[in-house]
């Protein structure tokens, strides 16, 4: 049997851009005002019958291109497929922003001369690789409710449940179940997967 | 809405929405102020397919997953409406039987509506021809069809005709009384049902039960007070029955506010503020607002945060702010927007020296010697024989458990008999027990209906998921139009006719609401003496319910099944007309379509109409369209969200948002600051912000800021520490003039305003 492989999908039909999830996860992770780690994003705003809104944040992608530029390789992938980093061994350098197609990592933006420090995004909830659930992971890199069997707040908060996430197999079932209920469009794939996913 | 079948609510539930085939909202953007809720509509796109139509001022995000949207002049959905039913007219796609079977007067809409025809409703609308029709016959065509509202169907000069407007579409093609149909009113904010059942206006006592004589009666006796002692609170008897002043307008009772308008107010003038928990930086008219605060003896303000008034005001004396605790920190009974009830449960004990609203209003009335009536009616019982008497051996009160049964013992209008604290907590408690789509119960709570929807007529009934549908048997929540206007007007019947029989009445068709006079003659049955003796004069004040119950074992409803009224004889206009707002973008239209006549003493305050609406062509000088609404990630007036640093991120500033193509017209670019002039002499100075989802003669702002006033920060204003992260200008700073004619909600949604270059 295939370890479960945990995804990110963000159903475009349903995000209504409210941001719960991204309030959710600055407000879980107690994260610095500015380090955005999931992110709502409007295309055409305003333009009838060409807008959209979609929630992206890392997604936790197969061969993950941040993992494969690290010079320092502070990534890791854990059995589950989510990308985790140790921001003890980060140098801030910023090569995993310009490798990520999803412009997940971010950085801190005080600091003299824009220095940029340890690289911070989405853990999926799954914490770091301190020990689980200690006060020292906590604050280096938010909550682990992954371990806690808890779904990641992002998804948990999302109003419209248009943010899914969990093993492929089960977000690809529900994805179906709406694309065919909606009785038009094609099973393709979901926004974003083509990149992170296909390998 | 209750002039037109009896209740002003929401007839079915969002849950329910799943359940239709065509959804049409009118000034609504749920997809921003019920962002969870919305997840019902998206469902009913996926199980159903169904089409999901927009009609706004604003391309919105509800409007981003619609299917067909028409971008609307605002304040003219009357037209609109009357467009969509020429056209359902000329085609015969009516539901001739249901109306002649349900319906009064709706002959005298088919004669209006013949006037609007496509081509004048797109003159007026601004929506053209092709679109009226292709949105009409969609809705016609996908039955049944829910119709959605909010504030932007009622906050008009004309929002109590729009809000008759909407449910006459709706009775035209029979989408009423069954589900997937309905009219889905949103309500705004947590527990605005339950505060409106209670009767927070200026017009009624809780319940809906009015200010006559006889509602005052029934609640002195229910609540074991002499009526000769609540007379005496008045000046004289005659106030007891007068509206007060309301929201809206209060400040136009205040000594010294400059102002033309006369007020009917007893000989005297408003001194004193209490605000218990609500927003009144956002209300129309900031600048009366400000001079009414200026000149009070007293200002009190119970808010969890700093109520803005305070930074708002310039008095230094008076003003007291009472720490009054959340939502989290008390227990009780809320009521959601489709009229259900659940349980809240205390999170956390008060925070500091905070107090829930109830123990200020309790010290409050410890203070004024009043407290052991103000409490009595929560340790009162009826007896078997219909009088009232203190519990035996009660001599306390248990918060809120006992007002929660206070207002299930006293509330019959609208059903509130079956809303006990231990049932209504058992269905909060059994939350997953019930099914999403037809709120149906199962195991334990088989045979009732998730949070006991209003009507629940007993202790033992099921509640009434969708209003008026004749299809189940009133125990389980049928029911048909409330019999509440007489039994015919000029020899016409108002009752249902023969073929409206709610499942399992004992009464073929129609009849009147149950009294005691009438109820031997319309039930067939023989009361004895001793129920004669207990029972009240009608359902309504019957402390025995003895009325109900013999209504429940003859299965018909208590208020009657009658017809609904398109006519509202009593109302100014008797069926819903066009009138454009005061500050029209239209003059010709203006003159065409004329305001109403000025309302002295409208809620104590002459209000005008057609004298501010005739004074000139406002369109020369400020010509730009205004709305207002709601930001995703505010709500009210905003502070207790702009005092969250990850809320406030989201929109960090003020702005006013407008197409890009008047920003190149009026020199402004996005990101710069303008002044936004209002026709009376107002402004603020704000941040423009470039958006194509508002019209080219439009603009936008949200009405969620405050702490800035027509230029000036006054945020030094603020307690030290209590100052939120982000402050502005508030939008009701430069709303214009104008209420309705009826309810007297300004008119925030369809205004004048000119913008400048800062």
Redesign the interface.
Known sequence: MDYARMKFYCDEHRCIECDGCSVACAEAHELPVGISRRKVVTINEGIEGKEFSTSIACMHCTDAPCEQVCPVDCFYIREDGIVLHDKDKCIGCGYCLYACPFGAPQFPRDGAFGAKGAMDKCTMCAGGPLETNSKHERELYGQNRIAEGKVPVCAAMCSTKALLVGDAESIANIYRTRVSARGHGTVGVPYGWDKAYTK | MANTWGYGAMTNSMNDIQNSKAIIIFGANP??NH??G??HL?KA???N?AQLIVIDPR?T?T???ADY?AQIRPGTDIPFMYGMLNIIFKNGWEDKEFIDARVYGMEDIRAEAAKWTPEVVADVTGVSVEKLIQITTVYAKNRPGTLIWAMGLTQHTIGTSNTRMAPILQLALGNMGKAGGGTNILRGHDNVQGATDMGCLSDSLPGYYGLAEGSWKYFAKSWGVDFEYLEKQFKDKSWMSKNGFTLARWWAGVEGVKNDEAIDNAGTHLKALVVLGNGITSIAQQAKVKEALDHLDLIVLADPFVNEAAVLTDKKDNVFLLPAATQFETSGLVVATNRSAQWRYKVVEPLYESKPDQEIMFELAKRLGFYDLYVKGMMMEETKDGKLQMIPGKTTFIWPEDACNEIARIVKTIGLTGWTAERVKKHTDNWHMFDELTLEGTGPMKGEYYGLPWPCWTKTHSGSPNLYDTSKPVSMGGMGFRNNFGLEKDGVNLLAEKSVTVIGSKIQGGHAEITKDNIEKVLGITLSEEEKAMMGANWKVDNSNLIVQKCMEAGIAPYGNAKARAIVWNFPDKIPMHREPLHSPRPDLATKYPAYADKANHFRVMTKYISVQSAKDYSKEFPVNLVTGRL??LNGAGVENRAS???T??TPEMFISFNPDLGASLGVKNGDMVWVHSPEGTKIKVKAKY????APNMAFMPFHFAGHFQGEDRTANFPAGTKPYANGESANTVTNYGYDIITQIPETKGGLCRIEKA
């Open positions: 997809a921003v962002p969870v919305f997840q998206l796109k996926e199980r397919n391309f995000k409007a981003a997953k949207y995703v990630n640093k990850y809320l991120a989201l958006s194509h989802s508002v």
